[in-house]
């Protein structure tokens, strides 16, 4: 017999906040770039959303640590939550290329030069996910939201749209992580 799901509050959850707004608009990956922290509306939203959580984790990347004490977060800092490497794609004056219609697996096992696919990154940032314990509030990047999405969705996680300053819910249940919401964002 099927045990019923606890209650909604006491369900774990994983509240993926995105980090703030790049102080400088391009593909940032693992370059350490800053965020810009000026949107204090968006920034009060952001803090009420993840208040409540008894964990706090952040990608230890600039523009994280940056948004983290905008929020007045005090988090543990991990290294597994960065962004996607994307290799030379990040150098100065590099572009994306065009890699044409990729069906989801074919673009998530895509290795950019000198950097890691998403198949990569979400071996990475899984495990750290799975190790999450009540309410875990996160600071990261648009890829760790998507490296989360991807533990329910798989590769098809990449066709997300995760805007600066955006929640992403997952719950945990008896069957594995369910998505609650996906880009909220400030009204």
């Given at each position: 017999?099927?045990?019923?799901?606890?209650?909604?509050?006491?369900?774990?959850?994983?509240?993926?906040?995105?980090?703030?707004?790049?102080?400088?608009?391009?593909?940032?990956?693992?370059?350490?770039?800053?965020?810009?922290?000026?949107?204090?509306?968006?920034?009060?939203?952001?803090?009420?959303?993840?208040?409540?959580?008894?964990?706090?984790?952040?990608?230890?990347?600039?523009?994280?640590?940056?948004?983290?004490?905008?929020?007045?977060l005090?988090?543990?800092?991990?290294?597994?939550?960065?962004?996607?490497?994307?290799?030379?794609?990040?150098?100065?004056?590099?572009?994306?290329?065009?890699?044409?219609?990729?069906?989801?697996?074919?673009?998530?096992?895509?290795?950019p030069?000198?950097?890691?696919?998403?198949?990569?990154?979400?071996?990475?940032?899984?495990?750290?996910?799975?190790?999450a314990?009540?309410?875990?509030?996160?600071?990261?990047?648009?890829?760790?939201?998507?490296?989360?999405l991807?533990?329910?969705?798989?590769?098809?996680?990449?066709?997300?749209?995760?805007?600066?300053?955006?929640?992403?819910?997952?719950?945990?249940?008896?069957?594995?992580?369910?998505?609650?919401?996906?880009?909220?964002?400030?009204?």
């Open positions: 017999m099927r045990q019923p799901d606890p209650a909604p509050d006491l369900v774990p959850r994983l509240l993926i906040l995105r980090h703030a707004p790049l102080a400088r608009p391009g593909l940032a990956g693992r370059r350490d770039v800053d965020a810009d922290c000026g949107d204090r509306a968006a920034l009060d939203w952001a803090a009420g959303a993840v208040r409540g959580a008894g964990t706090v984790w952040a990608s230890p990347a600039r523009r994280c640590r940056q948004t983290c004490a905008a929020l007045g005090t988090p543990e800092y991990h290294p597994a939550l960065w962004e996607q490497d994307f290799g030379a794609w990040e150098e100065p004056g590099a572009s994306i290329p065009d890699l044409g219609p990729l069906p989801p697996d074919a673009l998530a096992a895509h290795r030069p000198g950097g890691e696919s998403f198949s990569d990154m979400c071996a990475r940032v899984q495990p750290r996910l799975d190790q314990r009540g309410t875990v509030a996160i600071v990261a990047h648009a890829g760790t939201a998507r490296a989360a991807a533990m329910v969705v798989g590769p098809a996680a990449l066709s997300f749209s995760i805007a600066p300053l955006s929640l992403t819910i997952l719950a945990r249940h008896a069957g594995g992580w369910a998505i609650e919401t996906v880009n909220r964002v400030a009204p």
